[in-house]
């Protein structure tokens, strides 16, 4: 009933508050400078790049959704995480650090610990692949726009685009000086700058600078060390040059780079502990040194080591745009270098304490992790693209790319003998304490992805309102990992020596020699789709599409890895279907798209969750067949220059059809829903301009979203599975605010979560007394701010 009233309340609140709305502005082709005013862009002449080329999104045979930078930045995240809520079948799972955070489109993803394993999800700005998800998931520095393609999209965009493709598009350089500085400041000591300023360097080159910075205290009381955690500070810039040597060559070179230091994500104990058969709170000595639990609501922490995460990452990339007549060159050269490093409480208490002397016994070890991982890809994109003027359109190309990672983690525990006192905690180390020791151990392991691929597609226009699409792509992936880990004493959560001396002598039972454990593995790929678009009439289009998807194999490489997990795991492919009708409505002013899906994978990639050395890990596995269907509505309406409102609705059945469990792992049961897969997800945004005649118009906005329940623990166990389930919940963000005529000077209030909706972003099993660990999101509180902005 409380979801129920949510929703409800956000309908009204967005009826009678217009808000900012979702409406991308009409992006420029590639061969101009500037990208019109939002305000000047009829929603039906949206323009996308979902193809490799510049068509209106009503053309595209795609499910796309398309999210503009300012409704992006309407939503106090200018980020992938906040974009989940502007799309209903895209979702974001939240975890202690950017590199294990997940995209999930349409039910499916990929969620791994594995250095040696890819996202679902591909992730390409201004053209660039991005090889690790979490490269992703910092801030979007000046977007124009963000193009979500639903569904399979390897034929353009290659294997790691399984599940979808999110195409972020920033804003070009433009001709004239200008530019603008904004400030935000919000509750809870939270601060976003940035400044952008257009440079011209010539008649005809262009320079745009971006720089940013944006910091939080947090929203999580860590009472151990005394301080507010799960904040941040970020700052960065970017650079773009776009230069037209000749009347038929363009040439736009990027440079970007950030740095993150982040004391997130602190998980809040948020159940007490539990009875792993029944699923029942039990009595365990771990209660006496936390936090009193309180499930979504919990805002408290206890831990000695604060959870953060330190990044930095930039890149550089040259495109080239040759045009000779009948058809577009276009290459992409590009290099990324990406340093991670996670360091992560994972006892979740203030010390290491002694456990009961009678049974049962509760073991509460500190257990403290320090992983760093570096990474860089260079890439390397070639295609050639027709004029669009033609009996057949095509685009064609090819890629490589090579992705290299290593990391370096350190565990270090402290643990303590039986206790004398059966019922009292005893700090590890204080006086009267058992014995103490310090297990600790360090592995280094990395992977080497090398891919290349050849890839086409065509449309055929067999007459004016019918056409045939087709298209191919073959991949030849080869993987190299490896792995050495030393142990200093064995402890809570380390596994013995592991390198390739154990694993040659024994599997696992062998002596250490020093070297690296090593293996590696190819695969061929032939993938592809085939598909028809047929004009109902001058407003409506229709399509059916079949996609071929494919994911290159990987293995599960990570610091506990032993013997047993050494196998490779094997390519995962999917067959896809896909219905649509793209209708322009209204003379323009009303998009009303609709599409249909169905996909059944096939060698599903996926975590599998297991006890290590009584440490819950996740193995990645093959996990044999799962699919997914539903219906998505994407609407966008402008009846005035001044008024307009966007949204969708999505319904998702994405669920086991067959686990293929590993050796001795217990089965997922057929029908069990996919992690982060709720099966109603919507989003409702308007905005509004009162013209007043006067010097400043008046800005009026809302944005609501809803979405059901959807598991986080991807589990065979029954009890984890309804333990680790996420509500159902909605969201009402308001906002107003006042602006020059000539927008010049703008100062907006807004209101996020207005009703004060507490959630957990994520769930996890394996704290304290096997209590359950909640990810608790800046957005599960109501908070405020005002953002003013200057522009010249």
């Given amino acids: 009933m409380k979801a129920l009233y949510l929703s409800g309340a956000a309908l009204f609140a967005l009826v009678a508050s217009p808000a900012v709305a979702q409406v991308a502005p009409a992006t420029a082709p590639a061969d101009t400078a500037a990208t019109p005013a939002a305000e000047d862009a009829a929603p039906g002449e949206i323009i996308v790049t979902a193809q490799k080329r510049s068509e209106r999104l009503q053309d595209v045979p795609v499910a796309v959704s398309v999210v503009s930078g300012d409704a992006l930045a309407a939503q106090g995240k200018v980020s992938l995480e906040g974009a989940q809520y502007l799309v209903p079948t895209l979702n974001f799972l939240k975890s202690g650090t950017t590199l294990n955070q997940s995209l999930f489109l349409r039910g499916v993803g990929t969620a791994t610990f594995s250095i040696a394993g890819e996202p679902s999800v591909s992730t390409v700005v201004d053209g660039v692949v991005f090889a690790r998800a979490g490269e992703a998931f910092g801030d979007l520095v000046d977007i124009d726009q963000l193009e979500v393609l639903r569904g399979p999209q390897g034929t353009l965009f290659g294997k790691n685009a399984s599940a979808g493709v999110i195409n972020i598009i920033s804003k070009k350089p433009t001709r004239d000086f200008g530019g603008y500085v904004e400030a935000g400041f919000f509750?809870?000591?939270?601060?976003?700058?940035?400044?952008?300023?257009?440079?011209?360097?010539?008649?005809?080159?262009?320079?745009?600078?971006?720089?940013?910075?944006?910091?939080?205290?947090?929203?999580?009381?860590?009472?151990?060390?005394?301080?507010?955690?799960?904040?941040?500070?970020?700052?960065?810039?970017?650079?773009?040059?776009?230069a037209d040597p000749t009347s038929t060559l363009k040439l736009s070179f990027i440079a970007d780079y950030h740095r993150n230091d982040d004391d997130c994500c602190g998980e809040v104990i948020a159940t007490p502990p539990i009875n792993t058969a029944t699923g029942l709170p039990t009595t365990n000595i771990s209660s006496g040194a936390l936090p009193t639990p309180r499930g979504n609501e919990g805002r408290e922490i206890s831990q000695d080591l604060v959870t953060r995460t330190k990044e930095t990452g930039y890149g550089f990339s040259l495109q080239g745009d040759l045009d000779l007549g009948s058809v577009t060159l276009t290459s992409i050269t590009a290099y990324r270098n990406y340093k991670n490093t996670e360091i992560r409480d994972g006892d979740f208490l203030a010390q290491a304490y002694s456990d009961r002397a009678t049974a049962p016994r509760s073991n509460l070890n500190q257990l403290h992790d320090f992983g760093p991982q570096t990474g860089d890809t260079f890439s390397q994109e070639l295609r050639l693209t027709s004029s669009g003027r033609n009996f057949i359109d095509y685009v064609v190309g090819a890629f490589y790319s090579r992705a290299k990672s290593e990391r370096i983690f350190t565990r270090n525990d402290v643990t303590c003998d039986q206790a004398t006192a059966p019922t009292t905690l005893i700090a590890c180390g204080s006086a009267g304490a058992p014995a103490t020791t310090f297990p600790t151990g360090t592995a280094d392991f990395g992977s080497t992805f090398d891919n290349l691929a050849f890839f086409g597609q065509g449309t055929v226009n067999v007459a004016e309102r019918f056409r045939i699409i087709g298209g191919l792509r073959y991949s030849s992936d080869h993987l190299d990992v490896f792995h050495k880990r030393v142990t200093g004493l064995a402890g809570p959560g380390i596994q013995p020596n592991f390198d390739q001396g154990v694993y040659n002598n024994g599997l696992g039972g062998g002596i250490s020699n020093g070297i690296p454990f090593t293996a590696k593995t190819s695969n061929d790929n032939l993938s592809g789709k085939a598909g028809v678009q047929f004009d109902v009439s001058r407003d409506s289009t229709a399509y059916a599409s079949y996609s071929r998807g494919y994911k290159g194999p990987a293995y599960n490489v990570f610091f506990n890895l032993t013997a047993t997990g050494t196998n490779v795991i094997a390519p995962e492919t999917?067959?896809?279907?896909?219905?649509?009708?793209?209708?322009?409505?209204?003379?323009?002013?009303?998009?009303?798209?609709?599409?249909?899906?169905?996909?059944?994978?096939?060698?599903?990639?996926?975590?599998?969750?297991?006890?290590?050395?009584?440490?819950?890990?996740?193995?990645?596995?093959?996990?044999?067949?799962?699919?997914?269907?539903?219906?998505?509505?994407?609407?966008?309406?402008?009846?005035?220059?001044?008024?307009?409102?966007?949204?969708?609705?999505?319904?998702?059945?994405?669920?086991?059809?067959?686990?293929?469990?590993?050796?001795?792992?217990?089965?997922?049961?057929?029908?069990?829903p996919l992690g982060f897969a709720p099966k109603w997800k919507g989003n409702l945004s308007a905005d509004y301009r009162w013209r007043t005649g006067g010097a400043f118009d008046v800005t009026l906005g809302a944005q609501g979203s809803y979405q059901s329940k959807q598991l986080s623990l991807f589990s065979a166990d029954a009890v984890q599975r309804r333990l680790g389930t996420i509500?159902?919940?909605?969201?009402?963000?308001?906002?107003?605010?006042?602006?020059?005529?000539?927008?010049?000077?703008?100062?907006?209030?807004?209101?996020?979560?207005?009703?004060?909706?507490?959630?957990?972003?994520?769930?996890?099993?394996?704290?304290?007394?096997?209590?359950?660990?909640?990810?608790?999101?800046?957005?599960?509180?109501?908070?405020?701010?005002?953002?003013?902005?200057?522009?010249?």
Avoid: C, M, W
């Fill in 187 to 242: 509750t809870k000591s939270e601060f976003r700058g940035r400044a952008v300023v257009n440079l011209p360097l010539g008649e005809n080159v262009r320079s745009r600078v971006t720089g940013f910075y944006n910091s939080y205290d947090g929203n999580i009381y860590n009472r151990a060390v005394d301080k507010t955690v799960n904040g941040f500070k970020h700052y960065g810039g970017r650079l773009q040059i776009d």
């Fill in 574 to 672: 999917s067959d896809a279907y896909e219905l649509g009708l793209k209708n322009t409505l209204a003379g323009g002013k009303l998009v009303l798209n609709l599409a249909a899906f169905y996909a059944k994978y096939h060698n599903f990639q996926a975590n599998n969750p297991d006890l290590v050395a009584g440490v819950v890990v996740t193995r990645f596995t093959n996990a044999g067949e799962v699919s997914t269907r539903g219906v998505e509505l994407d609407a966008i309406l402008r009846p005035a220059r001044d008024f307009s409102l966007s949204g969708g609705v999505a319904y998702t059945d994405a669920h086991v059809d067959q686990f293929n469990a590993p050796l001795g792992a217990a089965v997922v049961p057929s029908g069990t």
């Fill in 727 to 792: 509500k159902g919940y909605g969201l009402v963000n308001l906002s107003a605010g006042i602006t020059s005529t000539d927008d010049h000077y703008r100062l907006t209030f807004q209101v996020r979560n207005l009703f004060d909706q507490s959630f957990a972003a994520s769930i996890i099993n394996g704290g304290p007394g096997q209590a359950y660990r909640y990810q608790i999101p800046r957005d599960a509180d109501r908070y405020y701010g005002v953002t003013g902005r200057v522009s010249f």
